[in-house]
């Protein structure tokens, strides 16, 4: 069979290169290593030459490669050549397909979100349209990823759906023709008022440094802009080289922001800010949230270690760590996590480390100090620590079940559908309150609290039926669970707004019409109309 054969020519190749590296390794490992590889080739041998049922050789070996990458820690990662469509996601922020994000809600394929013209937005698929049938073939049973994978595909040619779009009573086709989706790393830029610029960036892919910067000084050409709002809140990261040019675009040339450390000298590296800036002195403020990781870290981090500008919002999470991307045949690559990187002011952010590729936090009494450019102390482990914390809106069983089941969603495919005169201008000043409990209340919506959980085990532990106590007990979750529902309702109100203005597909507007009432950038602007406290804050004299 010509995959053991090739399995073998693998093994020579692998313990040649081994072998021109021994210096750096000592004997007993080399041979511990030579030792499993001929063991892991002879067992995939003997499984696809035995086994009492056909083995797709490609499927059992990524499987296998998937199983040793998962033992490591959740960042690296392998790549078969099918899946060269989410590397060029990860690295250009583009892909070939039809510009949909997709979810599986209530075991039915739909969709969630549309990219503004693309193929799919411009053949009528809209947001809430369930998907049956991909070319005529069902999606009952699928996976997201499953579809995803036959929906992306080479530009120019055509993709037949079968869809249901809410409120609909048949489903009708839509065809739609495949072409390149880029990604826009910054979806929205405009002025909160008349002196403050606001950039949202999504993601470090290719030029997010450059599209700041252009974008920056295209709002600096045509507004008044005395103050910059950086938002980086949900940004998970991406390039290391994107976030040195992000910082650039605020900070002098020649500056070192980053120096990485692996276990080969080859990855200890320094990265220093390469170009002139826009503009190191404009008062700057850069929003984080426990969901800004990696790359906006650094940016976060190091705009903190130099007083560069005041960080608000919450912790950051806490990723220290670099991968690089190594090409292992075939249109394959595998992305590896290769060093931890630090920042100015020497610190490490990590807040985890991996056992097994189990996710273990690193005990915060270990934290050193450190100090920024002017003397502020800071400290490693844990992320980056906003300068002010902004408190988010409590989350509770009741919240967490609501975005679990979805129904903020539903209820939205629902409102839009029943009220067609709404616009985006009008949705953030509603109040949903009484039109979602009521939609609650006819979808059967239900859920359990982790009280109700532990009074019904409780319950059927000590046999309480009918007692007063366990009537007590009762009574004490229907109160939490009310208090719970009345707490939730900003919440709510924010999210149900938030999901209608995507019914919109004006992705700007989306974020344009959620400025006003955003916590994190009313602090921002409040700041800047007191620049000594923003200056206090940064430990200028």
Same mark, same amino acid.
Request: a negative charge; hydrophobic letters at 35%.
């Given at each position: 069979?010509?995959?053991?054969?090739?399995?073998?020519?693998?093994?020579?190749?692998?313990?040649?290169?081994?072998?021109?590296?021994?210096?750096?390794?000592?004997?007993?490992?080399?041979?511990?290593?030579? %030792?499993?590889?001929?063991?892991?080739?002879?067992?995939?041998?003997?499984?696809?030459?035995?086994? +009492?049922?056909?083995?797709?050789? =490609?499927?059992?070996?990524?499987?296998?490669?998937?199983?040793?990458?998962?033992?490591?820690?959740?960042?690296?990662?392998?790549?078969?050549?099918?899946?060269?469509?989410?590397?060029?996601?990860?690295?250009?922020?583009?892909?070939?397909?039809?510009?949909?994000?997709?979810?599986?809600?209530?075991?039915?394929?739909?969709?969630?979100?549309?990219?503004?013209?693309?193929?799919?937005? #411009?053949?009528?698929?809209?947001?809430?349209?369930?998907?049956?049938?991909?070319?005529? %073939?069902?999606?009952?049973?699928?996976?997201?990823?499953?579809?995803?994978?036959?929906?992306?595909?080479?530009?120019?040619?055509?993709?037949?759906? $079968?869809?249901?779009?809410?409120?609909?009573?048949?489903? /009708?086709?839509?065809?739609?023709?495949?072409?390149?989706?880029?990604?826009?790393?910054?979806?929205? %830029?405009?002025? +909160?008022?008349?002196?403050?610029?606001?950039?949202?960036?999504?993601?470090?892919?290719? /030029?997010?440094?450059?599209?700041?910067?252009?974008?920056?000084?295209?709002?600096?050409?045509?507004?008044?802009?005395?103050? +910059?709002?950086?938002?980086?809140?949900?940004?998970?990261?991406?390039?290391?080289?994107?976030?040195?040019?992000?910082? #650039?675009?605020?900070?002098?040339?020649?500056?070192?922001?980053?120096?990485?450390?692996?276990?080969?000298?080859?990855?200890?590296?320094?990265?220093?800010?390469?170009?002139?800036?826009?503009?190191?002195?404009?008062?700057?403020?850069?929003?984080?949230?426990?969901?800004s990781a990696s790359a906006s870290e650094i940016v976060s981090g190091s705009i903190q270690d130099l007083d560069r500008g005041v960080?608000?919002?919450?912790?950051?999470?806490?990723?220290?760590?670099?991968?690089?991307?190594?090409?292992?045949?075939?249109?394959?690559?595998?992305?590896?996590?290769?060093?931890?990187?630090?920042?100015?002011?020497?610190?490490?952010?990590?807040?985890?480390?991996?056992?097994?590729?189990?996710?273990?936090?690193?005990?915060?009494?270990t934290q050193s100090e450190f100090s920024t450019k002017n003397g502020r102390k800071v400290y490693d482990v844990g992320g980056v620590?906003?300068?002010?914390?902004?408190?988010?809106?409590?989350?509770?069983?009741?919240?967490?079940?609501?975005?679990?089941? *979805?129904?903020?969603?539903k209820f939205a495919n629902e409102y839009f559908k029943n009220h067609p005169d709404l616009s985006p201008d009008k949705v953030l000043?509603?109040?949903?309150?009484?039109?979602? =409990?009521?939609?609650?209340?006819?979808?059967?919506?239900?859920?359990?609290?982790?009280?109700?959980?532990?009074? *019904?085990?409780?319950?059927?532990?000590?046999?309480?039926?009918? =007692?007063?106590?366990?009537?007590?007990?009762?009574?004490?979750?229907?109160?939490? %669970?009310?208090?719970?529902?009345?707490?939730?309702? $900003?919440?709510?109100?924010?999210?149900?707004?938030? $999901?209608?203005?995507?019914?919109?597909?004006? $992705?700007?507007?989306?974020?344009?019409?959620?400025?006003?009432?955003?916590?994190?950038?009313?602090?921002?602007? /409040?700041?800047?109309? #007191?620049?000594?406290?923003?200056?206090?804050?940064?430990?200028?004299?």
């Open positions: 069979m010509k995959y053991i054969k090739y399995s073998y020519i693998i093994l020579l190749v692998l313990l040649n290169t081994f072998t021109i590296n021994s210096n750096a390794q000592n004997t007993e490992r080399l041979f511990d290593i030579a %030792k499993n590889i001929e063991i892991y080739t002879n067992v995939y041998k003997e499984l696809n030459k035995n086994f +009492v049922d056909d083995i797709d050789p =490609s499927i059992l070996m990524k499987t296998g490669i998937e199983a040793m990458t998962k033992s490591l820690d959740p960042y690296t990662v392998y790549y078969s050549e099918s899946e060269a469509e989410s590397y060029k996601i990860a690295i250009e922020g583009k892909y070939s397909g039809i510009g949909t994000v997709m979810k599986n809600i209530d075991s039915v394929i739909t969709v969630v979100d549309l990219y503004k013209d693309s193929p799919a937005f #411009n053949a009528g698929l809209r947001i809430g349209d369930q998907i049956l049938a991909v070319n005529g %073939k069902s999606t009952e049973g699928k996976s997201t990823s499953d579809i995803t994978n036959v929906v992306r595909g080479a530009p120019g040619t055509e993709i037949e759906f $079968e869809i249901l779009s809410y409120g609909d009573k048949s489903p /009708k086709t839509v065809k739609v023709i495949r072409d390149e989706i880029n990604i826009p790393n910054v979806p929205f %830029k405009g002025m +909160v008022n008349d002196t403050v610029a606001y950039i949202k960036l999504t993601t470090f892919t290719d /030029k997010a440094g450059a599209n700041i910067k252009s974008d920056l000084k295209k709002l600096m050409d045509s507004f008044d802009v005395k103050y +910059v709002i950086l938002d980086l809140r949900d940004n998970g990261g991406g390039l290391l080289r994107e976030a040195i040019n992000v910082v #650039n675009v605020f900070v002098d040339k020649d500056q070192e922001l980053v120096f990485t450390k692996g276990k080969l000298e080859s990855q200890n590296k320094s990265y220093k800010t390469m170009s002139n800036p826009l503009d190191a002195t404009i008062p700057l403020v850069v929003l984080i949230n426990g969901r960080l608000i919002g919450q912790k950051s999470f806490g990723k220290g760590l670099v991968q690089n991307f190594f090409d292992v045949g075939y249109n394959s690559r595998l992305k590896t996590t290769i060093s931890k990187y630090y920042i100015p002011s020497g610190r490490c952010i990590q807040s985890k480390t991996y056992d097994n590729g189990k996710a273990v936090e690193i005990d915060k009494s620590e906003p300068d002010i914390v902004i408190k988010e809106l409590d989350r509770n069983d009741f919240i967490n079940n609501i975005d679990r089941q *979805n129904e903020v969603f000043g509603i109040d949903y309150t009484h039109d979602f =409990s009521d939609y609650l209340k006819k979808n059967k919506f239900k859920y359990v609290t982790d009280a109700e959980e532990k009074v *019904n085990d409780l319950s059927k532990t000590l046999d309480m039926k009918n =007692s007063s106590t366990l009537g007590q007990l009762e009574d004490m979750v229907d109160k939490q %669970k009310s208090e719970m529902e009345t707490n939730s309702k $900003e919440y709510l109100n924010q999210s149900i707004g938030n $999901e209608l203005i995507l019914r919109f597909y004006l $992705e700007d507007n989306g974020v344009k019409y959620q400025l006003h009432d955003d916590p994190d950038i009313k602090e921002a602007v /409040k700041l800047f109309s #007191n620049i000594k406290e923003y200056n206090k804050i940064l430990n200028k004299n």
